[in-house]
């Protein structure tokens, strides 16, 4: 079959990816455009378009694909059967929808209709959610509201951060869209329960911000979902902390301030959260340095015990 595929970032290499193993002539790939990256803000390509090009796919980028004719002219020569739309990251118009025989699939990684939108791995996990799964829609021109056309759910690990969360669904998203490819002409599709639906917004950098008053299983919670991106972060003595990872202890104490550090070890640092939950700190990034264990982050900080983590 020959395909367009829609993508930007690595969690929808996968589904390229397997369209070529299995034979699937891939015509067109429409991407973001480059993005500055790293210290330097050089333009980077995003990971579909470095993917592409490596292989010799024909890519094009749009930055405003709702108004770019140059997409639906450059679709119509390359006259695919089907697109297909994974994590491409703008709303695609119903002129590019339609223009194919077979319209238009997404690949979304959730239940739906439970987390529409930008950001639904991360809110899973936020959200404490465990389970959860891939669903292929057919697109129509409301964000996620297409029919259904196959489903899958798997369990979320107790200690799963969203980044291995995603990079398990996007392999299993590539499985689940062969197989409704290979079917297409057959496949019932299934209206959504609208009523069931809840939203999976794009992550704001502040949603990272650690607020030590949140108990010490929320705080886990926000560090597995967003350590990864946008990161996670404190601040102590008046300058950022990022928190790359720690965990929940079985513990509670009493009259103690939420962010307040009760102890530093080779394990990390000992910290009081909401309700007088305590959570380890385990590996740390302070402002302008580069990561490292907690530990030895309280040994050059000389950090003593009643010391607080929070404030700006």
């Known amino acids: 079959m020959n395909i367009a595929f829609f993508g930007s ?42 993917f592409a090009a490596g292989r010799g796919i024909s890519v094009l980028e749009s930055f405003k694909i709702r108004q770019d004719q140059t997409v639906l002219d450059r679709l119509r ?36 209709p439970k987390y529409r939108g930008a950001a639904p791995v991360q809110w899973a996990v936020l959200n404490g959610e465990t389970e959860t799964g891939v669903t292929i829609i057919e697109l129509n021109n409301r964000m996620d509201e297409g029919d259904m056309l196959a489903s899958v759910a798997t ?9 291995g969360l995603e990079t398990r669904l996007a392999v299993m998203g590539a499985e689940l869209l062969l197989r409704t490819i290979d079917g297409i002409g057959g496949v019932t599709r299934v209206p959504q329960d609208h009523g069931r639906a809840s939203l ?13 008053s949140e108990s010490a299983a929320g705080i886990d919670r926000r560090v597995r979902a967003l350590a990864d991106r946008p990161g996670t972060y404190t601040f102590f003595r008046g300058r950022r902390l990022q928190l790359h990872g720690g965990r929940p ?14 102890s530093s070890s080779r394990d990390g640092l000992l910290v009081v959260c909401g309700g007088g939950s305590v959570y380890l ?10 990561r490292m264990p907690a530990y030895g982050f309280s040994l050059g900080a000389k950090i003593k015990p009643g010391e607080i983590l929070g404030g700006n």
Not at 253 to 261: A, F, H, K, S, Y
């Open 200 to 212: 999976a917004p794009k992550i704001r950098k502040e949603d990272g911000r650690i607020e030590w």
């Open 155 to 163: 369990p979320i690990g107790s200690r799963e951060t969203a980044a």
């Open 249 to 262: 202890l079985d513990a509670a104490v009493d009259g103690r301030t939420p962010g307040e550090i009760l």
């Open 77 to 112: 020569e390359a006259g695919p059967d089907i697109i297909v739309v994974v994590a491409y990251g703008q709303i695609i118009p119903d002129a590019i929808i339609y223009a194919p025989p077979h319209h238009a699939l997404n690949v979304h990684f959730s239940l739906l």
């Open 9 to 50: 970032p690595p969690s929808a290499i996968p589904s390229l990816e397997r369209l070529l193993e299995a034979g699937h002539s891939v015509s067109l790939v429409v991407t973001q455009p480059d993005k500055p990256a790293g210290r330097g803000r050089r333009l980077t390509p995003s990971a579909v378009k470095a």
């Open 281 to 290: 700190a385990e590996d740390v990034q302070p402002e302008g340095r580069t």
